[in-house]
């Protein structure tokens, strides 16, 4: 009889691509809500709407939690929230599409991350997935100019945080319940944000200043939907897999710009596009 646990991972790694397409239209609106709001202000408010949203629908879970879920949930929102938050502030000084593609390396620093917690690390064909994804990422971004600047480090270090988070969150999906893990990864996140924002007095701009429409979006869709996916996802499949579906999200990033604000691809882009989709491929046919 064929396992079960196959079906399980296909369907749980195209869910890990929905949510690299979620994310790839985030980068223009969070770089535009950028210059009304701190990033402090946007990384608490959407979390705390993410946490408020899911404790209140998967509420009754909470009867069965333990000391390990409230670790797991900590551990995972430090590591997101930092990453949200120092990610947000690095758009401050440079582009979306400069950002995306550093953020792309997250998945570099997966495989490294995974064998020291696991003490597993990656197949051969993981790796070789993940070399096909650097370079594509370097490929679809080379016409930038790759020079480090503040931001650039500012998001190479939330990078590490969200590679961080994948390995942990797989860990922590695999031995709790995902939904309260969820809920307690979103409080800690908005935690990391809400330290910096409650010494000096509150949010940067009135509550009738904020822009409602982009923040519900960034705390409904782009988190609460997302963290529920995204937990469950990542305790059934490998988290260098995962690091490797989620660098196709400069590539959906770009095809957002284009369908959405008239941006076009340059050839270096769509080899580098190509490479990214055979680094996926790779990573799922040497699964198989």
């Not at 120092?86 to 997250?106: K, N, Y």
């Not at 701009?205 to 939907?225: K, S």
């Amino acid at each position: 009889m064929p396992s079960e646990a196959a079906p399980k991972s296909r369907l749980a790694e195209a869910s890990l691509v929905l949510i690299t397409i979620i994310w790839g239209t985030t980068f223009p609106l969070l770089r535009t809500s950028l210059r009304v709001l701190d990033p402090y202000d946007i990384v608490a408010l959407r979390f705390t709407i993410a946490a408020v949203l899911i404790a209140a629908i998967f509420w009754r879970r909470f009867r069965s939690w333990n000391r390990t879920a409230l670790w797991d949930g900590a551990l995972t929102g430090f590591f997101m929230g930092t990453g949200y938050l120092v990610q947000a502030i690095g758009l401050t000084t440079i582009s979306s599409p400069r950002s995306a593609f550093i953020t792309g390396t997250a998945v570099i620093f997966v495989p490294f991350i995974d064998r020291f917690v696991s003490k597993l690390g990656a197949t051969l064909g993981e790796i070789v997935a993940v070399a096909l994804t650097f370079v594509g990422l370097l490929l679809f971004y080379a016409d930038a100019n790759l020079k480090l600047q503040a931001g650039d480090l500012w998001t190479l270090l939330g990078a590490v945080m969200f590679a961080s988070q994948v390995v942990t969150t797989n860990v922590a999906a695999r031995r709790s319940d995902p939904f309260v893990v969820s809920a307690l990864q979103s409080a800690a996140a908005a935690m990391v944000a809400w330290v910096f924002i409650i010494p000096r007095g509150g949010l940067s701009v009135p509550w009738r200043a904020i822009p409602w429409d982009r923040i519900l979006y960034f705390g409904i869709v782009a988190t609460a939907l997302i963290l529920v996916i995204q937990t469950w996802a990542l305790g059934k499949t490998k988290p260098v897999r995962a690091g490797v579906i989620y660098s196709l999200e400069p590539v959906f990033a770009a095809i957002f710009a284009m369908g959405f604000f008239g941006e076009g691809m340059s050839s270096r882009e769509v080899l580098g596009s190509g490479a990214i989709l055979l680094g996926v491929l790779i990573a799922e046919l040497k699964k198989r």
